[in-house]
């Protein structure tokens, strides 16, 4: 069973940047989609980008598109997201999440299939 453990959150002021970790165990990563989500205080789940090397896919949001970047590290097993430019709509809970399947064929707006959740890290913009 695939297990995932998200870090790199923090407070930072708007225009900076962060990098969060996804940390994984316990499975081969290569067999899976990986997403990140976040959800911020009062509000739904929001889907950010997804990846998908087995079909050569990456989406963002929207609302990220060009300032965020997703990425693997097969040799340390750790899916990253930089996060540049944030502003203080980011703020929110990052969540990782993974799935087996055709996932990631589209920008991120269900999480429909990633039955694998982080325990999230917090991410905060503020002056």
């Known amino acids: 069973q695939l297990q995932l453990v998200e870090s790199g959150g923090g407070l930072v002021q708007p225009g900076g940047s962060l990098r969060l970790s996804c940390q994984t165990s316990?499975?081969?990563?290569?067999?899976?989609?990986v997403a990140w989500f976040r959800q911020a205080p009062g509000k739904g789940r929001e889907g950010v980008s997804c990846?998908?090397?087995?079909?050569?896919?990456?989406y963002y949001s929207e609302s990220v598109e060009g300032r965020f970047t997703i990425s693997i590290d097969t040799a340390k097993s750790t899916v990253y997201l930089q996060m540049n430019n944030l502003n203080p709509e980011d703020t929110a809970v990052y969540y990782c999440?993974?799935?087996?399947?055709?996932?990631?064929?589209?920008?991120?707006?269900?999480?429909?299939?990633?039955?694998?959740w982080g325990q999230g890290t917090q991410v905060t913009v503020s002056s």
């Open positions: 316990g499975a081969n990563l290569n067999y899976y989609a």
């Open positions: 990846i998908n090397r087995n079909y050569g896919t990456t």
């Open positions: 999440t993974a799935g087996i399947g055709y996932l990631c064929d589209s920008r991120p707006t269900s999480s429909y299939g990633y039955d694998v």
